[in-house]
T-cell receptor, first 111, second 114 residues
Framework: QKEVEQNSGPLSVPEGAIASLNCTYS??????FFWYRQYSGKSPELIMF????GDKEDGRFTAQLNKASQYVSLLIRDSQPSDSATYLC???????????FGQGTRLTINP | KAGVTQTPRYLIKTRGQQVTLSCSPI?????VSWYQQTPGQGLQFLFE???????NKGNFPGRFSGRQFSNSRSEMNVSTLELGDSALYLC?????????????FGQGTRLTVV
């Protein structure tokens, strides 16, 4: 079992709709959770982080964390073509700066 | 505020050679981590430095090494390059070590081994 799992996609969503990206992790000791966006040929860009159970909203983005189910998700409201990218889920365990990444979900927003 | 700076951006090396990559973290950040990204394996943790000390190491052979200087700048070195070392090498900068703290990536160094 991989430590962090994501559906590789591609996930295709019409413009203006809600894109839902999911991630599960295996280490119950995981403490912090991150979503990065990576455009083709570019480096990962941090878009959301969440440390506590529940929802965290930032503009069009909402991160959701359920530690009991070992599940973290990212919702993108009012999806735009510029949101088309690969979204990487990362989990920080061991209390150190060691991020474990999922394989990423490729998201395409169709105009 | 300047971001994370990695140099060089691109490198082409021959098998058997060695290479040194450089990373300057965000001003005030003291933790630097290195990652390798390949299409097959995704993003994998190499090692992390804080206060000039390696705090954590990933599952990579000893050919991969690094260090951090007193100004928090970091270098990583790969010796005896193999074709499989071709990858995007990313450096991430964090304010502190451990706990809940965000990591910000540089633009990366794309290494091609021929």
């Amino acid at each position: 079992q991989k430590e962090v799992e994501q559906n590789s996609g591609p996930l295709s969503v019409p413009e203006g709709a809600i894109a839902s990206l999911n991630c599960t992790y295996s280490d119950r000791g995981s403490q912090s959770f991150f979503w990065y966006r990576q455009y083709s040929g570019k480096s990962p860009e941090l878009i959301m982080f969440i440390y506590s159970n529940g929802d965290k909203e930032d503009g069009r983005f909402t991160a959701q964390l359920n530690k009991a189910s070992q599940y973290v998700s990212l919702l993108i409201r009012d999806s735009q073509p510029s949101d088309s990218a690969t979204y990487l889920c990362a989990v920080n365990n061991q209390g150190a700066q060691k991020l474990v990444f999922g394989q990423g979900t490729r998201l395409t927003i169709n105009p | 505020k300047a971001g994370v700076t990695q140099t060089p951006r691109y490198l082409i090396k021959t098998r058997g050679q060695q290479v040194t990559l450089s990373c300057s973290p965000i001003s005030g950040h003291r933790s630097v981590s290195w990652y390798q990204q390949t299409p097959g394996q995704g993003l994998q943790f190499l090692f992390e430095y804080f206060s000039e000390t390696q705090r954590n190491k990933g599952n990579f052979p000893g050919r991969f090494s690094g260090r951090q200087f007193s100004n928090s700048r970091s270098e990583m070195n790969v010796s005896t390059l193999e074709l499989g070392d071709s990858a995007l090498y990313l450096c991430a900068s964090s304010l502190v070590w451990g706990g809940n703290t965000e990591a910000f990536f540089g633009q990366g160094t794309r290494l091609t081994v021929v």
